[in-house]
């Protein structure tokens, strides 16, 4: 593995990634759990900015 240049061609950098140890390759980290979503609710403001909409369509 060359570690001073960027590979160039697709080809170096298959060849590049073939030289990586099989331990190295199969670790693989734990992806974070993303928070629980938040619960939202309906306030009179939100309300009143669609109140009168069903009059249009």
Known sequence: MRT???PET????ISDCAEIPAGLREQ???APTPPAPR???VDEACHSQVDGL???A
């Not at 697709?10 to 950098?13: D, P, V």
């Open 4 to 6: 001073s240049t960027e």
């Open 10 to 13: 697709l080809a170096e950098l």
């Open 28 to 30: 693989r980290p734990s």
């Open 39 to 41: 619960g939202w609710t």
């Open 54 to 56: 069903d009059d249009y």
